[in-house]
């Protein structure tokens, strides 16, 4: 977009403070908005991330896309995956234009999950071997995310925020999609229930680190510097404490178990006490070291280098001499 | 127009109207290397439940507007009442009482005949 | 012509043993197209060459399978099972689609070492699609007026994709030396099998006999006429001929790549049809 040249005279100092009164009074900033650098950086790294765990979260129910059991979900698993590529187009597109005045654009985001700077979720690194799997994805690592994006969605930056509402409209469809599918295998016949049991057990370590590390009493500078912003206004207990009032119970009353015996709702203290999962896992794994990591980071990156003709020919259209 | 290839795709900014008396709203941006895929991926990137009558693609670059710094500008005093029905808020009570004084009259001149 | 009377419903059509019979042949091998190049367009998602245009391809494949859908509903209402059972329990041997639609993306499979094709992708979904656009045309007489209505009701996504799929045409077409010759190369690859689409199988004597659907010449013209006005805007050369392949899809001979497709479709179902999925 175009404007007129503005010079504005205030010092570095004065528009930190103005930016600082902004966030305050509860104002929402837009992209061609003044910013501190820090804001900016803090900005592409999470919503990069969010883009891109989009993009990759595509993989693991896409391996199921073909494969659906029945006309109505091959169709509806086709529309939710495109949905989550779609949330990666939106998510990009925020971050791009965060970039641009960095001079970085999506090549370099792309070029950056290829050599592992930039990171995605932790669910979508792990395996997806069942059916069932395609389910609980929907119901619970979806769950997770609504959970997640809601409370973002009175971000402080306005074009994030424009983002999540319409990401979140679709969330909706989403988790009702994967919920449908479990309700049908928890009603099914035993082996159906019994995909059904391995694949909670399986996702539910991955689902309890979906959040990120608890704060134990300290947060991150990252966190901190993301709340003074007001970009998230929770931390990730409080999110995954929401998450397991919402849940644990709807798993208990389907009749499934959890691989954590002693998990319970503490009165008391008003808190799920629950076993933790390998923190250390955690961060191998966000790493790039999970277990399907690699598989999943070479789909992308060979699809990606297959079809760079294709980019380089539309690019190119209408531009030919003569 | 040169000959060489872009590096990298345009900005397209994309609005739909949905249906004949709607007025056109802006939905989101896209990457696309020209209007015409620009157009041929729009509906599916941001209406794919909503209706959509027409669609707009529009190349960011070529879109002119307000700077940060000039949009607070924007915002006016609140005493344009006269732009406003609000501001003709008297008008109802005055036609109820030139009915009520009319239906008194006749109402004396049939009763004094 | 004599036999031109019109049939409103199922239970009607199941009256003559004979012009259900013909109607199921032609049916099978309308929702086998759609729902094999759907199932083929399922597998490009995620892997497509620019996150719009993901998202873009998507939907005409989520397109092109409802369409199959409806054609299934129609064979079910005919009483030949259950339209999940038709789509999923047959053997590659009952479908009876065209051999083109069944060709794999390009080496690899989906979810292995995929290495696609996208310049395929565009000239086989283009192709297929300006010979539906014939068909679904011709399908707007048929003597089965709930076939009639339904290809009315398709016409209008359809016309939506082949917008998508010309501009892709023209762009790959007009643009650098590689796309040209990559595109070239996928024609000359649809060119050996798109022959066999106006095929109407076995029974076309029949089909056409009952005014399901015109004649294979009648349709085959149009498509190749229309097809030639689109290469020839776009710049390419008209291809000649259009071949086909050693194998009939429309007799039920298929290739290995058909076995493959319908194997990965129905793995989920076939862990137990009865059970609800």
């Known amino acids: 977009m175009q404007t007129r040249m503005e010079h504005s005279e205030l010092t570095e100092n004065e528009k930190m403070e103005a930016f600082l009164a902004r966030i305050d009074r509860g104002e929402k900033i837009e992209a061609d908005d003044w910013m501190p650098a820090d804001y900016r950086n803090q900005l592409i790294k999470l919503i990069s991330m969010h883009g891109i765990s989009e993009i990759m979260g595509a993989l693991p129910e896409k391996e199921w896309v073909p494969k659906a059991p029945t006309l109505r979900r091959k169709l509806a698993i086709m529309a939710k995956v495109q949905d989550e590529m779609g949330h990666g187009q939106l998510l990009l597109r925020v971050a791009e234009d965060l970039m641009a005045p960095l001079g970085k654009t999506r090549e370099d985001l792309m070029q950056d999950l290829f050599t592992g700077r930039l990171k995605f979720h932790n669910v979508f690194h792990m395996e997806a071997p069942t059916w069932a799997d395609a389910g609980v994805i929907g119901w619970l690592v979806d769950g997770a995310a609504i959970i997640t994006q809601t409370m973002s969605l009175d971000t402080s930056y306005a074009p994030y925020a424009r983002a999540l509402h319409r990401i979140c409209a679709e969330e909706k469809f989403h988790a009702q999609h994967g919920e449908s599918i479990v309700l049908e295998l928890a009603e099914g016949t035993e082996a159906q229930r019994q995909m059904l049991q391995e694949s909670i057990t399986r996702w539910w370590p991955s689902l309890l680190m979906f959040f990120g590390p608890p704060e134990n009493g300290t947060i991150t500078s990252n966190q901190s510097a993301n709340m003074r912003y007001k970009i998230r206004s929770q931390t990730n207990e409080e999110l995954r404490q929401a998450f397991l009032t919402k849940y644990v119970p709807r798993i208990f009353h389907l009749g499934f178990t959890l691989p954590d015996e002693t998990i319970h709702f503490d009165e008391a203290s008003g808190q799920w006490i629950y076993q933790q999962p390998d923190w250390e896992a955690f961060k191998l794994i966000v790493k790039g070291q999970g277990p399907r990591s690699a598989h999943r980071l070479n789909l992308r990156e060979t699809s990606y280098e297959d079809t760079k003709w294709v980019r380089d020919a539309i690019m190119s259209f209408g531009r030919q001499a003569g | 127009m040169g000959t060489e290839a872009k590096k990298d795709f345009d900005i397209y900014e994309v609005f739909s109207q949905k249906n004949v008396t709607s007025s056109f709203v802006h939905q989101f941006s896209l990457l696309a290397p020209n209007k015409e895929v620009a157009l041929t991926m729009a509906r599916e990137n941001f209406l794919r439940r909503e209706p959509c009558f027409n669609l707009w693609v529009v190349k960011r670059d070529d879109i002119y507007g307000l700077s940060p710094e000039e949009r607070p500008f924007l915002e006016r005093l609140d005493n344009k009442s006269y732009r406003e029905t609000k501001g003709y808020g008297d008008l109802q009570a005055r036609w109820r009482k030139h009915k009520e004084r009319y239906e008194e009259q006749q109402q004396k001149a049939k009763s004094g005949s | ?277």
């Open chain 3, 1 to 277: 012509m004599a036999d031109r009377v019109l049939i409103e419903t199922a239970e009607q059509a199941k009256q003559n043993q004979e012009y259900a019979q013909a109607l199921a042949d032609l049916l099978f091998q309308l929702a086998d197209d759609d729902f094999i190049l759907a199932y083929r367009g399922s597998e490009w998602l995620g892997l497509a060459p620019h996150i719009e245009e993901d998202v873009a391809f998507s939907s005409m494949s989520q397109d092109m399978m409802g369409h199959a859908v409806m054609f299934y509903e129609m064979l079910e209402s005919l009483g030949l099972g259950k339209a999940d059972d038709i789509a999923q329990l047959r053997e590659a041997k009952d479908f009876r689609n065209a051999i083109l639609v069944e060709r794999k993306n390009g080496a690899g499979e989906y979810n292995d070492n995929p290495h696609y094709d996208w310049a395929y992708a565009i000239v086989r979904s283009y192709v297929y699609g300006l010979y539906k656009q014939v068909r679904l045309e011709a399908l707007q007489q048929s003597t089965y007026v709930p076939l009639a209505q339904v290809s009315r009701k398709m016409m209008t996504e359809h016309r939506y994709h082949l917008m998508h799929w010309q501009v892709w045409l023209n762009q790959l077409a007009n643009s650098t030396k590689d796309a040209r010759q990559r595109l070239e190369a996928a024609i000359a690859k649809v060119w050996q099998d798109a022959g066999e689409l106006s095929d109407l199988g076995p029974s076309k004597e029949q089909i056409v006999r009952f005014g399901l659907i015109a004649g294979e010449e009648i349709l085959r013209q149009k498509w190749l006429a229309k097809t030639r006005e689109i290469f020839q805007s776009a710049g390419l050369n008209w291809p000649g001929e259009p071949g086909t392949a050693s194998e009939r899809g429309r007799a039920g001979e298929h290739t290995a790549d058909l076995e493959q497709a319908v194997a990965t479709l129905s793995e989920v179902y076939r862990i137990d049809p009865a059970a609800s999925w």
